[in-house]
């Protein structure tokens, strides 16, 4: 007992201390990662579903092998997830989905982002000092977590494009959370690494560290009889339960009376609306590739850099001339530095948006690019018909990532990509009903004024939705047939994950799963940063000039391809997902 008081001493020493340093400053590594699994390409003809986790996966299959679409099967499979990965994803949390309708031939896109308290004020994380707040100082308790929009968004999603009943899509996560999961390698390890900050909530502690110091095991079976009691309050009564009854007061006690106390409020829920958003679509090499709009910047900052490569031939290059890489970077540094100025939630910020991805706009941010020597610094561009006196102060921010991303297609034609996330692994670490709340206003600009003392675009206002970077990708062929549904987790390194995955199938004919395979190579705007197995380039791509940092980088890309009447589907072997189909 004195060992065990002693450690957590010490463990909250080290939790409250400056020893979390901001995320570039220190090792690639944001999640702990399990080791690299060998996974081979799935191919069927009928239908396919690929997730994070493998019971997730068997849950959407099962729902599809029923009869369900895309959307009942995405329901079913993020209920699980929840359960057995609720580092990433869950009910606390918000998402952002793109489904495309065979029948119809048209593309849904679906924005259930968090929101921030109307209380909230562009202050919420400045100190009493007057100075920023450490990221884990203001993302740990109630401070952070914004409005949950995952639910209303698939209810929405539910509404417009599902077939089976409501109550039965959650009937598999019941089962599982009362009978026990098996806990996987990578949540443990992850529990291992965070028990320093988990000193906020006793209720999490309980269900994480049940002996108070060690976390559940690895291949142990772990039952959470709460979160299946809110699965079927949600199955039977609806999602009012939540927003507007006994969940939500739950959620609001637990943020307004946490050590680091939030600003929620009930009325904040049950004002709470996922919105139907214009998806962002242009074409790379014959091909249309759709993603999601503001205020995610996933499919505009992606977008921007195809349109930027696309002057370059990275095909006749290949993926093993650093030459490729080099091109690829510098476009997203160009890309990224845009995406820091004008990409923010648009019902509060005016955004030049599409204009950033005019043909001439891009052949003129493209030819900034130099084969042969690295850009230190780059601006943010003016794209035509933007007056740049509406714009407001960059936000060059990096945060810790979490995260979750699936796709599917079902027996009808039907496709389905979604991202959701809490925000930072384990989200805030507080716990109510089974389930953790997220931390997603710490995607928020810290500091609500720059430098100069202007505004910056991304600064906290209430209900505002925080700027992301979750990329869920359909794109078409040259003949306008859904070719690919792709994503990943991994905060803002999902575009440089994504990205990459592009145009290794595309520019370099790769099958799906060795293009999960490749190791990551990206930048954000501040370092090239490369994935230890692909320490080879450091060196030419530091010739060029290119800080370099290598290091672990933790992608989780699940991707479906659909090509001569055939379905494959590949999961990132970084992580625990599967395909399965029929």
């Known amino acids: 007992m004195i060992f065990r008081h002693f450690l957590r001493i010490v463990a909250i020493f080290l939790c409250f201390s400056g020893a979390y340093a901001q995320e570039m400053d220190r090792p690639l590594s944001p999640e702990i990662a399990t080791a690299t699994q060998v996974k081979k390409q799935v191919q069927t003809g009928k239908f396919m579903a690929v997730m994070a986790h493998p019971d997730a996966t068997k849950a959407a299959y099962n729902i599809l092998a029923q009869g369900g679409t895309a959307a009942d099967a995405a329901i079913a499979a993020q209920m699980v997830l929840g359960l057995v990965e609720p580092q990433s ?9 793109l489904y495309y309708d065979a029948q119809k031939k048209t593309l849904l896109s679906l924005d259930g982002r968090e929101t921030a308290p109307e209380t909230a004020s562009q202050y919420l994380f400045i100190g009493r000092d007057g100075k920023p707040m450490g990221f884990y100082n203001a993302s740990i308790g109630g401070r952070a ?77 772990k039952r959470n009889p709460d979160y299946a009691v809110t699965l ?6 609806g999602i009012d339960s939540f927003y507007n009854g006994e969940i939500g007061e739950a959620i609001v006690k637990k943020v307004r009376h946490s050590d680091n106390a939030g600003l929620l409020a009930i009325e904040d829920l049950r004002d709470y609306k996922a919105i139907e958003r214009k998806p962002v679509c242009a ?8 993603s999601m709009g503001q205020p995610s910047s996933g499919g505009l900052t992606l977008l921007e ?21 080099h091109v690829i970077s510098e476009a997203s540094h160009l890309a990224f530095a845009d995406r820091n100025k004008y990409m923010v939630d648009p019902d509060f910020v005016a955004s030049p948006n599409t204009l950033l991805l005019q043909p001439d706009y891009l052949k003129a941010r493209a030819a900034l690019i130099n084969i042969d020597k690295a850009m230190l610094e780059v601006q943010a561009g003016i794209p035509p018909g933007w007056n740049d006196q509406q714009a407001m ?50 995607d928020f600009a810290f500091d609500p004024i720059d430098e100069e003392g202007m505004p910056v675009a991304n600064r906290v206002e209430g209900g505002k939705r925080p700027r992301s970077s979750m990329t869920p990708v359909i794109i078409f062929d040259k003949d306008g047939k859904p070719f690919m549904a792709i994503g990943s987790a991994g ?50 791509l530091k010739n060029l000039g290119h800080p370099v940092l290598v290091g672990e980088m933790n992608s989780g890309l699940t991707a479906i391809m659909l090509k001569d009447g055939k379905i494959y589907g590949a999961a990132d072997p970084r992580r625990d997902g599967i395909a399965m189909g029929q």
């Open 89 to 97: 994803s869950g009910l606390g949390g918000g998402g952002f989905v």
């Open 283 to 290: 074409m790379y090499r014959g091909y249309e590739v759709c």
């Open 145 to 221: 977590v914004g409005v949950p929009g995952l639910l209303k968004m698939l209810e929405e999603l539910h509404h417009q494009k599902g077939k089976m009943p409501w109550a039965d899509l959650f009937s598999p996560a019941i089962q599982r959370a009362e009978e026990g999961f098996t806990v996987s390698e990578r949540l443990h390890r992850m529990l291992v690494e965070e028990r320093p900050r988990f000193q906020q909530d006793v209720i999490a502690q309980l269900y994480f560290y049940p002996d108070t110091v060690e976390p559940i095991a690895a291949g142990s079976q």
């Open 491 to 540: 905060g803002s390194r999902i575009i440089g994950f994504v990205l990459e995955r592009i145009i290794s199938v595309i520019d370099w004919h790769m099958d799906l799963q060795d293009a999960m395979n490749a190791p990551n190579i990206l930048h954000r705007g501040q370092k090239l940063e490369v994935e230890k197995s692909a320490v080879k380039f450091a060196e030419p």
């Open 232 to 237: 079927r309050r949600i199955a039977e009564k």
């Open 305 to 325: 850099i195809l349109g930027m490569v696309e002057h370059y031939d990275l095909a006749k290059w290949g993926a093993e001339n650093p030459k490729s890489w």
């Open 393 to 442: 102060a960059a936000d060059h921010s990096l945060k810790p990532p979490g995260t979750t991303h699936m796709n599917i297609v079902d027996g009808y034609g039907n496709i389905l990509s979604m991202t959701s996330s809490i925000e930072n692994a384990f989200g805030s670490r507080l716990m109510t009903g089974g389930f953790l709340l997220n931390n997603q206003l710490t």
